[in-house]
């Protein structure tokens, strides 16, 4: 006898982005156990008995976004810096982060940047804060896939570990965090202008003793690649190519400013680029040549970065601008086909974040991270093209319901493992307490 699915999704058009980018039209997908166990017609997987079957006709039904880069508890500064280039915006900045940057203020960032991604249909981010424990529990209350882990710095944060201590601290959570199913520990060096180059070494190493992703900022400014000529005499690629960061695993946040050399040594390491258009475009660092990138054969995968720089965490506009700019910019319109931009952000995100066995397809085999969109709406109809329809015409309100390893963490757009009305209320009255402070300094 059969042993019955706990759910079955039935009539929906499933875009399934496995290696062979099916599409399924009165589609079904069933799971057990957090696992996807069969995908196809309707048809063809109505023999199944199924603990709950879900009616998903006139929607579509898609693997999980990837958020590749994101600070999550900088929700909590939205807005509160603007019109400033990145480096005098990051001094700023860092003044309301020391006063206001506790073990649970990050948890109570995390949460609301987990309600606005969840919502949106992000259902794994890699993230870079301060007190990544405070992340990582409040993902795991929630039931959302996260990348994290320590941070390096060459000097004492707000966390208030000194920088020689960074090691073995950093080792202790890699330790601490290893068998938590949602969250895959990594190691994530500021950048090389704000971490040594023997702290990037001891960085890698770590990664490469616990076998984890190593994640940092590239290329992000122009000021920042004339600052690592003019300290190391080489570029930021170059850089940490040279000092062997790049030999393993590897994503690099931005490359926005590369050279003929970068493009080469990206090519040869297998490091990903992780574009952030949106905050790259705000702070006015410039546009990534994600359009030669993909040419060299160089991974590409989307973040939102910040939500305090790109000002929210919504995937769908990050994407349809990662779709857009390298047109515009290079007058050309074949560039960045809408089928590239969604696979940046599910199937190759899940790989170059090392979850390409877990996540990113619907498939068999592949952990159950997906997301039903309503397609009965205006200007989602009519429909010809889905991946154009998901890069360029639908938006986090059409998210009805979203699912991670099994479980729904929005049903209907209900939000069953985050009470989000707390959160608001919370967030508003530490809010008033950064605004008053930062008033004091200038910057409200």
Same mark, same amino acid.
């Given at each position: 006898?059969?042993?019955?699915?706990?759910?079955?999704?039935?009539?929906?058009?499933?875009?399934?982005?496995?290696?062979?980018?099916?599409?399924?039209?009165?589609?079904?997908?069933?799971?057990?156990?957090?696992?996807?166990?069969?995908?196809?017609?309707?048809?063809?997987?109505?023999?199944?008995?199924?603990?709950?079957?879900?009616?998903?006709?006139?929607?579509?039904?898609?693997?999980?976004?990837?958020?590749?880069?994101?600070?999550?508890?900088?929700?909590?500064?939205?807005?509160?810096?603007?019109?400033?280039?990145?480096?005098?915006?990051?001094?700023?900045?860092?003044?309301?982060?020391?006063?206001?940057?506790?073990?649970?203020?990050?948890?109570?960032?995390?949460?609301?940047?987990?309600?606005?991604?969840?919502?949106?249909?992000?259902?794994?981010?890699?993230?870079?804060?301060?007190?990544?424990?405070?992340?990582?529990?409040? /993902? !795991?209350? @929630?039931?959302?896939?996260? %990348? &994290?882990?320590?941070? #390096?710095?060459?000097?004492?944060?707000?966390?208030?570990? =000194?920088?020689?201590?960074?090691?073995?601290?950093?080792?202790?959570?890699?330790?601490?965090?290893?068998?938590?199913?949602?969250?895959?520990?990594?190691?994530?060096?500021?950048?090389?202008?704000?971490?040594?180059?023997?702290?990037?070494?001891?960085?890698?190493?770590?990664?490469?003793?616990?076998?984890?992703?190593?994640?940092?900022?590239?290329?992000?400014?122009?000021?920042?690649?004339?600052?690592?000529?003019?300290?190391?005499?080489?570029?930021?690629?170059?850089?940490?190519?040279?000092?062997?960061?790049?030999?393993?695993? /590897? !994503?690099? @946040?931005?490359?926005?400013? %590369? &050279?003929?050399?970068? #493009?080469?040594?990206?090519?040869?390491?297998?490091?990903? =680029?992780?574009?952030?258009?949106?905050?790259?475009?705000?702070?006015?660092?410039?546009?990534?040549?994600?359009?030669?990138?993909?040419?060299?054969?160089?991974?590409?995968?989307?973040?939102?970065?910040?939500?305090?720089?790109?000002?929210?965490?919504?995937?769908?506009?990050?994407?349809?601008?990662?779709?857009?700019?390298?047109?515009?910019?290079?007058?050309?319109?074949?560039?960045?086909?809408?089928?590239?931009?969604?696979?940046?952000?599910?199937?190759?995100?899940?790989?170059?974040?090392?979850?390409?066995?877990?996540?990113?397809?619907?498939?068999?085999?592949?952990?159950?991270?997906?997301?039903?969109?309503?397609?009965?709406?205006?200007?989602?109809?009519?429909?010809?093209?889905?991946?154009?329809?998901?890069?360029?015409?639908?938006?986090?309100?059409?998210?009805?319901?979203?699912?991670?390893?099994?479980?729904?963490?929005?049903?209907?757009?209900?939000?069953?493992?985050?009470?989000?009305?707390?959160?608001?209320?919370?967030?508003?009255?530490?809010?008033?307490?950064?605004?008053?402070?930062?008033?004091?300094?200038?910057?409200?």
């Amino acid at each position: 006898m059969t042993q019955p699915v706990d759910t079955l999704f039935a009539g929906a058009l499933v875009v399934t982005m496995d290696e062979s980018e099916r599409l399924f039209e009165d589609g079904s997908v069933a799971i057990r156990d957090g696992e996807i166990v069969a995908v196809g017609r309707r048809a063809d997987l109505a023999h199944l008995e199924s603990r709950e079957t879900v009616d998903a006709a006139g929607k579509l039904l898609m693997p999980g976004l990837v958020n590749s880069h994101v600070h999550m508890a900088d929700s909590l500064f939205r807005s509160l810096v603007e019109d400033l280039p990145l480096e005098p915006w990051l001094e700023r900045l860092w003044i309301s982060e020391r006063a206001f940057v506790t073990h649970d203020n990050v948890e109570l960032g995390a949460r609301l940047a987990l309600v606005e991604m969840i919502r949106c249909g992000t259902t794994t981010a890699l993230d870079m804060f301060w007190f990544p424990e405070a992340g990582a529990d409040a /993902a !795991v209350a @929630a039931g959302f896939r996260l %990348l &994290t882990g320590p941070i #390096f710095f060459d000097f004492e944060g707000p966390d208030g570990i =000194a920088k020689e201590d960074r090691v073995s601290v950093g080792e202790a959570w890699l330790d601490k965090y290893a068998d938590q199913p949602l969250i895959i520990p990594c190691v994530q060096p500021h950048n090389h202008i704000t971490v040594s180059p023997e702290g990037m070494q001891a960085a890698r190493r770590m990664a490469d003793d616990a076998g984890v992703l190593f994640h940092t900022h590239c290329s992000e400014t122009s000021t920042e690649v004339r600052q690592t000529q003019e300290r190391f005499g080489r570029t930021p690629v170059g850089h940490l190519d040279d000092l062997g960061i790049l030999d393993g695993p /590897a !994503v690099l @946040a931005h490359c926005v400013h %590369l &050279t003929d050399d970068d #493009f080469s040594r990206l090519q040869r390491t297998g490091a990903a =680029a992780i574009h952030n258009p949106l905050s790259n475009l705000k702070l006015g660092s410039g546009i990534a040549p994600v359009a030669r990138l993909l040419e060299e054969g160089v991974p590409v995968i989307v973040g939102t970065d910040g939500p305090v720089s790109s000002n929210d965490l919504d995937m769908w506009t990050a994407m349809r601008f990662a779709g857009l700019l390298q047109r515009g910019a290079n007058q050309d319109p074949l560039l960045t086909p809408a089928r590239d931009v969604v696979r940046m952000v599910t199937s190759v995100g899940a790989e170059a974040l090392g979850l390409g066995d877990s996540i990113g397809r619907i498939t068999e085999g592949r952990r159950a991270d997906m997301i039903l969109i309503d397609l009965d709406r205006p200007h989602l109809t009519p429909m010809f093209d889905p991946y154009a329809h998901l890069v360029y015409a639908v938006g986090r309100d059409d998210v009805r319901s979203v699912m991670i390893d099994g479980r729904f963490v929005m049903r209907d757009r209900a939000l069953p493992t985050l009470d989000e009305e707390t959160v608001l209320a919370d967030v508003g009255l530490l809010a008033e307490k950064i605004r008053a402070h930062a008033a004091t300094i200038g910057t409200a």
